[in-house]
Nanobody
Framework: QVQLVESGGGLVQAGGSLRLSCAASGRTFSSYVMGWFRQAPGKEREFVAA????????YYADSVKGRFTISRDNAKNTVSLHMNSLKPEDTAVYYCAATTTDIARATMRDYDYWGQGTQVTVSS
């Protein structure tokens, strides 16, 4: 099992930047594909980004491509989401999640472990 704890959310003006971090427990962090998802009020949870177990591949939602960067440090059991050029529509609770499914095939329901979420609010 793995436990996930997100941090780094907050309030930022449009055009600003934030860095979210997710700390994972357990010795097998490098076995997991890690993803970031978000859920805005009244909307369904959606995929944001994912990174393969050793960081060689990363996928992004079209809505964040070119603005967000996902990275991981397996030595520190952490995964990060660097968010630039933030927009009000990026406002949501952001969750990190872990799966053993291959990154090319993983869907949201394949992610077995989830953090509690961290709020990101972008003001216009």
């Amino acid at each position: 099992q793995v436990q996930l704890v997100e941090s780094g959310g907050g309030l930022v003006q449009a055009g600003g930047s934030l860095r979210l971090s997710c700390a994972a427990s357990g010795r097998t962090f490098s076995s997991y594909v890690m993803g970031w998802f978000r859920q805005a009020p009244g909307k369904e949870r959606e995929f944001v980004a994912a990174i393969s177990s050793y960081g060689g591949r990363a996928y992004y939602a079209d809505s964040v491509k070119g603005r967000f960067t996902i990275s991981r440090d397996n030595a520190k059991n952490t995964v990060s989401l660097h968010m630039n050029s933030l927009k009000p529509e990026d406002t949501a609770v952001y969750y990190c999640a872990a799966t053993t499914t291959d990154i090319a095939r993983a869907t949201m329901r394949d992610y077995d472990y989830w953090g509690q979420g961290t709020q990101v609010t972008v003001s216009s």
